[in-house]
């Protein structure tokens, strides 16, 4: 034991899709753990689906952080897109990034927006001689105490169940949501039909991590919300576009309600997802919340 903190949360900090510690079942790795005070619990649950490979990388875990001798949840999930080395990078440095940033006790929106933005420009330099351009979506959930902190660019998502009601805490960076599209347009790009709206033709979100040769228009600044948890707050719900191409915010919610044990039914959300006939990776993480 370490302050509290399990043996298996210290190793779930594993780089990669499949390093990660849990079990295998159905084609999906899944694991979990509780809080030391055993108000929050979480599972996750990775499944490379029909895709030939596997882009989806997550994070979850919690860690004292030993400025303010606080235990903080740190969750998170990374879709990869043209390959899984933005996503590997993503999962490795996003939140050892937070942890560092000066702001992170005072004013961690901030933190989250700069850390979000200094491992984006890491990533980019490191990769500078490689040739490629692959990216990565994002969707991130920090708690400190009751304090819920998400973060997310692009299409991957997080859904609360509050008093019975899915509230998503997220909205998609779609290159045709009005904003959007006015923030690309400005910048000089173009939005095209594309089989769906895309970032010049070619990426159907619009903000992400790397995506070297569309940086101008697909930035790395997040949308960040705050959230002070209660009673009513159930399930947090974190999960890859491979489950929300499938399921409604609602549908989710309702499937996992009634489930006690976090890593069940993030299984239960991926097995699903599959099952309606999703095609591409899919990756849940659940947060099951006893205030």
């Given at each position: 034991m ?31 753990d509780?809080?030391h005070?055993g ?27 030993p ?16 390959g ?14 937070l ?26 330099q ?11 979506t ?6 400190v ?7 997310h ?6 859904v ?6 899915a509230?998503?805490?997220s ?14 347009e400005?910048a ?13 033709g ?7 991590f790397?995506?070297?040769l569309?940086k ?31 399921l409604?915010?609602?549908d ?38 006893r205030?």
């Open positions: 370490l302050g509290g903190l399990s043996k298996k949360t210290e190793q779930s900090t594993e780089p990669g899709p499949s390093r990660t510690p849990g079990n295998r079942s159905h084609g999906a790795t899944t694991g979990g509780s809080r005070d108000k929050v619990s979480f599972g996750y649950s990775a499944m490379r689906g029909k895709r030939a490979s596997m882009e989806d990388y997550y994070h979850a875990q919690f860690r004292r952080y400025k303010d001798d606080e235990v903080v949840g740190l969750f998170g999930v990374f879709d990869g897109h043209g899984s080395n933005a996503a590997a990078f993503v999962q490795a440095n996003l939140f050892e990034s942890l560092a940033n000066s702001k992170f006790s005072s004013d961690i929106n901030a933190a989250m927006e700069e850390a979000f933005v200094d491992t984006d420009q890491r990533y980019l490191a990769d500078a001689g490689e040739n490629r351009d692959d990216g990565c994002a969707v991130t959930a920090v708690l105490g009751q304090k819920l902190v998400v973060a660019v692009g299409d991957s998502r997080a609360l169940l509050r008093a019975g009601q509230l998503a805490l909205e998609d960076h779609k290159p045709n949501r009005t904003d959007e599209r006015s923030r690309i400005a000089g790009g173009v939005v095209v039909w594309a089989g769906t709206w895309r970032v010049g070619v990426l159907a979100v619009s903000r992400a790397g995506d070297r569309l101008r228009y697909v930035v790395a600044k997040p949308d960040v919300r705050a959230e002070e948890l209660g009673a009513g707050d159930d399930v947090l719900i974190l999960a890859s576009d491979g489950l929300w191409d499938v409604s915010n609602q989710a919610c309702a499937l996992v309600k009634d489930i006690p044990d976090a890593e069940k039914a993030a299984k239960r959300l991926t097995d699903e997802a599959y099952s309606r006939g999703s095609n591409d990776n899919i990756s849940a993480i659940v947060l099951r919340f205030f």
